[in-house]
């Protein structure tokens, strides 16, 4: 848990909240055009679960997703469990999670990691999870080195991780470069009919989330597309 805390750590204001919860509802309204504006050249809302842990940012966050609605922008939710965010809540843990799935049901693409597929699911058959939600969005499960599990379009399948040699130095970001790899290939072509484009597109995404392993701290290790063609030719084998 150590790593986790400290982290999360960086995202606690001067007022003792974290910045995710400064997130008004209010504010975002006042400013409704701008936000218009930018929906209307927007594809994706990428979000996680961490904003459900304070009743203000939660409003807020639900409010930018209904309005997103008259713009048919896909929601991509990172489920991103951290305990530390709730810590502070009078709500208890059972109700935590059920707010949690709740907010669950309005992903298009939902990407989790084995052990929260285990904590909210009791499963890490992304196919199962997928039939348990009502927009029936794309799950992907990931593992760390071990294979990832993905269920997308009504196709189910695996990937095994690009063995390599390189020492791991640090995994912080990696989950975040996975989904932003990700986000990128659906961004190019969401399309996604055959086996053999979705098991790319993991592919493509888990190198993303590799190759920032290979250096310390979660921005500056963030690879850049070439570099990511590159390693695929080199090792994508």
Known sequence: MNPVIEHSLDFITKSNTFADERLDKLVLNKKIKNLKKQFLNTKY??????????????????????????????????INWREI????????????????????????????????????????????????????????????????HWYVNGIKGS??????????????????????????????DSNLDDEAKIKFNIKFASVCGLLTCFGEGAIEQQPEEKLVYKFLEDFGS
């Open 45 to 78: 809302i990428v979000t996680g679960t961490n904003l459900l842990s304070s009743s203000k940012s939660a409003d807020s966050l639900n409010f930018i997703l209904d309005y997103a609605k008259n713009f048919k922008i896909k929601v991509i939710i990172d």
């Open 85 to 148: 965010f709730w810590n502070q809540s009078i709500v208890s843990t059972s109700s935590q999670f059920k707010k949690v799935k709740n907010f669950l049901h309005r992903a298009d693409i939902l990407k989790l990691a084995s052990e929260e597929a285990n904590l909210f699911f009791d499963t890490i058959d992304p196919s199962k999870i997928s039939k348990l939600l009502t927009n029936q969005p794309d799950v992907i499960i990931t593992n760390g080195a071990s294979p990832i």
């Open 159 to 188: 990937n095994e991780i690009i063995k390599h040699t390189s020492k791991i130095i640090d995994t912080t970001g990696a989950g975040d470069a996975f989904l932003a790899g990700l986000i990128a290939r659906y961004y190019y």
